[in-house]
């Protein structure tokens, strides 16, 4: 079904640039003769019309990104464009393919960095920040009413390598489920410290908040096969950084593997921070930043030109 969607996309995508070329737009023509070192001289504000390629309107990076936009004095008349991360990624690839300028909202562990030779920008004025972690969160007094799963989310924390398993995998076509419970088969002695000792359980109901980008999918996917194997019954529901936050704050869901912090989602994280239980990092290494096609010769967030 995405796959089908993917495709469909690529080819309107595909469709869009050829009646571009039919019309002779200058700008469609340029890609043909477009080398390294014509970039060096030439403009990237202007080749990319100022507009950095953003994704879902809701996600933490959108709101750093629109402030990385009023920090840099450079970055003055650029644009953040809303869509989806299935959409950034065909023009990503897009513009790869045919070796043009492109600014993107990047982030990982994602496989768009595996696919993709692309670098980030740097960023002295720190919007992105620093390598962060991803959290999990629980609700106010799920230690005390499910302290079976509350042990278990408390001890869970694995690495970047193991997240980008369960995220390949999926990426080459197995569901989120498969790649998650092969994972799990191959990786026991690591789920038995987070499970050993806990008592199992018969049948309780509890409820998974996360986010819809892969990383979380493949988290939850994997959080989920852990806790049925133990005796729970479990719901996980994809909503906006937002809702999770409001969720787990005010007890409609139990926990959250999803949080980027303390950057990405830091601003959701200091309205409910009273409200909620922070157990810490699930995974360290997470990145969040202006991401450009490594043939680009720009290295920084500064070098990007401001519209005249
Ligand atoms: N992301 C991936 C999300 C969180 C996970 C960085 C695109 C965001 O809220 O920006």
Same mark, same amino acid.
Request: charged share 30%; net charge negative.
């Given at each position: ?14 469709? $869009? !640039? ?5 019309? #002779? ?29 953003? /994704?879902?309107? #809701? ?10 936009? =009023? ?8 644009? +953040? ?39 980030? +920008? ?11 972690? /991803? ?20 001890? $869970? ?11 390949? =995998? ?5 569901? $989120? ?6 994972? /799990? ?11 050993? #000792? ?32 133990? #005796?729970?019954? !479990? ?9 999770? $936050? ?28 009273? =409200?909620? !239980?922070? +157990?810490?990092?699930? +995974? ?13 010769? /720009? ?10």
């Amino acid at each position: 079904m995405l796959l089908k969607r993917k495709s469909l996309m690529v080819m309107l995508g595909l469709a $869009f !640039v050829a009646l571009l070329a039919a019309c #002779g737009g200058g700008d469609a023509d340029e890609p043909a003769t477009g080398e390294a070192t014509d970039t060096e001289t030439s403009n990237v504000g202007e080749e990319v019309d100022y507009t950095i390629v953003g /994704i879902e309107p #809701g996600a933490g990076m959108m709101a750093l990104t629109e402030d990385t936009l =009023e920090e840099y004095d450079n970055l003055e008349g650029w644009e +953040l464009l809303e869509g989806s991360t299935a959409g950034m990624l065909v023009e990503l690839d897009g513009a790869i393919q045919n070796e043009e300028p492109i600014v993107v909202t990047g982030w990982g562990p994602h496989w768009m960095f595996v696919t993709h030779d692309l670098k980030y +920008l740097e960023d002295p004025k720190g919007t992105f920040g620093e390598p962060e972690s /991803i959290h999990t969160i629980t609700r106010e007094g799920l230690e005390e009413d499910m302290p079976e799963a509350y042990e278990i989310l408390d001890n $869970f924390h694995w690495d970047l390598e193991d997240m980008e398993g369960v995220m390949h =995998e999926a990426e080459e076509g197995s569901s $989120f489920e498969e790649a998650a419970q092969n994972w /799990i088969d191959d990786n026991r002695d690591k789920v038995d410290e987070w499970t050993d #000792g806990v008592e199992k359980v018969d049948g309780e109901s509890i409820e998974l908040v996360t986010t819809q980008w892969d990383s979380e999918y493949a988290s939850s996917e994997m959080m989920r096969i852990v806790l049925e194997d133990h #005796g729970f019954e !479990v719901t996980v529901t994809p909503v906006d950084p937002a809702i999770v $936050f409001q969720a787990v704050s005010s007890g409609e869901g139990d926990a959250s593997l999803a949080p980027w912090l303390p950057i990405t989602h830091g601003h959701f994280y200091e309205d409910y921070e009273e =409200e909620i !239980v922070d +157990l810490g990092a699930n +995974l360290d290494g997470a990145q969040v930043g202006l991401a450009v096609p490594s043939y680009m010769d /720009i290295d920084s967030i500064e070098d990007l030109e401001p519209k005249e």
